[in-house]
């Protein structure tokens, strides 16, 4: 027995009873004064009480086992809310309810009361919190190490249709999920020297930092799904150390001690909410720095017992690198066996080089992070040192492999010469990994072939693949309890843990009450999502409509503006009398993104998005047949309403960009047809559901490299198709922003005359394939079959079978029961 005091029982009773002393005794309220928030506190702090005996056990067994753990290292941690997943976990949901209705409070409050955790900008930080449900769910032993942000994701708000962000305050009304361990918080050196010196006639180096913080952890729960198994998420918090603030206070500067505290926390004040061009800042290279060197002395330390012979760490350990964010954790792993373990540099590389796998999430050569020299060698001066010294080594063995061919040397240096000397955190990483892998089929083909080709010739066995998943936890059965609930009547609850059982979902196609309830539950979700919208926005949505999502970070090589311009076309047609009104099928398009604060065209879009929504909708010419809705701040909590309601999912990256999407497999889980590129997922998803369930279209790959090679010319496309001359026309003549020329003419003239990626050019393909889906939706026995076997097919997509692969062809690790 771990745990003394024995968990509450399953009761409504027993849980009334904790849920009362929570509110009394934790709160310090009575039940007729407390608040909606006091009593969300209050139940979230009841349902941990549920989980606490399983979490010290799993960390108990954890340790006894001495088996392999998973250590997935990541700047992001998407989570969304923890209430109803630690309801669904603890199968407490009944319970609660019941419990709450007798004190006659409604639990769809109080989970609405929850503000989400927004530690992550999309699906990069998305993934992660789905990865690490899965490890806990199927009980393999793991940790997540990240960074608690004091401000999250900002929240989006729009003025006059621009985008405006605000402070999130995820923390200001207290935080029930988290456990800080103040007396826990390891110090983190910065700058400062480094020197050499002899030691048993060995020539070793000591780094003095010239400062440091201290890392605070913060522990999370993160429950398995009925295994009784509840895993470790560890976040780290910035503070000031004792020594620092005393030194300047005892010499009576006490205005500068208080800054130097806030100059030490700001180091996880706020998550940098650029997901696609680094911007090299110091802060951020603190940050990754500071995260990184907190979790490996945390697991050396803290998780392995106290006698640890470190030679053996890969039996241990898995470091996953998620994206370049964390490769600092490479020199950082060296320097503590080299210069603090006492290793001899090869012995040290050797298990370092055993202990990090990579993955790469991304294809754009402006994502990959590189570090100037002179701000690594500034901040982290052993570090570079030691980064440099990988490097020699490696090159010897590309000279040694392709003696004179000093370019090929060059182009593969860790150390990037042009336009000024910098660390390349990709090619770091996928020297020091046991394994590089993509996100996809597609992407690490890509990988291989293109971004890091010269590495996969040097080492074909180091690169892999493994498609990115979903968790059926979050994503199917709590966003979407009622297609949950029939799927389960048809072939029992097994699918939640084993997702491939939706194939047995496939007969029912043919059975009209199956067909008939389903098409019942989408209308429901229809209903269920326009209540939230008005009462979130003010929105009002059709159900009868055909709802076409499209929600995503804004990008340009996301291609909202393709979305946009058939909306542009469509509204045309229309106004212009080319399309009687009766003719066009009614639709809700939906969009929802949140653009990088830099991002000036990105932002730009936002607006015209906004100022196409407001015209359209304002406008009686189309009223009932066409609606443009831009629901601020899209987070996984609006995912989890809009997915499961959706007909239409909207997948239009350009070919060879989108390393792999996730909402495309969130939707298509729902029951949405996908109407796509042949990119990232959406190839497999296609090959899984089948081309008569999917509708494509666009360039492929090997065809967008023709045409850029060809040397392309957008305004080609513009001059010789009517319909994209007219839409482009109306944006640019002021149609959407009261007759200003100028408002758009950014964008307009972007896509003339640069499009980097190629809207022009898929537009009509665009076009024709969205008549192919009227006329789809127009068969609604048809279009039912089709969103069935979208469910039925789309089992792959479970991140417990990412797990799974990740296990089998990257970490060496497996479960332990
Ligand atoms: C880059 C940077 C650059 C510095 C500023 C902060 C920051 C944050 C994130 C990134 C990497 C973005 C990469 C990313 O999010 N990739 C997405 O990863 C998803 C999960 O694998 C995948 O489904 C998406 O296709 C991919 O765009």
Redesign the pocket.
Known sequence: MIVPTPTPDLTVDAFTRAFLRELNFGQGVELSASSVNDQYLALARTVRQYLMSRWLETQHRQRESQAKSVAYLS??FLLGRQLDNALLCTGLEEIADEALRGLDIDLSELRDAEIEPGLG???????AACFIDSLSTMSVPSIGYGIRYEYGIFRQTFVDGHQVEQPDTWLELGSPWEFPHPEAAVTVGFGGQTESYTEDGEQRSRWTPAWSVLGMPYNYMVPGYHNGRVSTLRLWSARATRAFDLQIFNSGHYADAVRAQTFAENISKVL????????G?EL?LQQQYFFVACSLRNFIEDVLPADFDLHRLPERVMFQLN???PVIAVPELMRILVDEKGFGWDEAWEVTQQCFAY?C??L?PE?L?VWPVELLGRLLPRHLEIIYRINDDFLAQVRATYPRDELKARRMSIIAEHPERAVRMAYLATVAGAKVNG??EL?SQLLRDKVLDEFATLWPEKFTNVT?GVTPRRFLRLANPELSRLITDAIGGGWVTDLERLRELEPFVDDPEFTRRFRDVKRRNKLRLAGVLEKRDGLTVDPDSLLDVMVK?L?EYKRQMLKLLHVVTLYDRVTSGELPIEELAPRTIVFGAKAAPGYKMAKDIIWLINSVAATVNADPRVEGRLKVLFPANYNVTLAEKLIPAADLSEQI?LAGK??????NMKFALNGALTIGTDD??NVEIRQLVGDENFFLFGLTEPEVTTVVDKGYRPAAYYEANESLRRALDMIASGTFSHGDRHAFEPIVSNLLYQDRFLVLADYQAYLDAQERVDEAYGDEEAWTRSAILNVARTGFFSSDRSIHDYLGRIWGAGPVH
Request: charged share 25%; proline share 5%; hydrophobic share 20%.
């Open positions: 700047a992001e900008n999309g699906g990069l930080g998305r993934l940098y909410p650029e997901d696609s061009t680094p911007q800042k951020r994206d370049t964010h993955t999430h991304t754009l994502a992070e996100v996809a992407h990115n970070r990008h990256s989108e390393a792999s999407g996730t909402g990232g997922a």
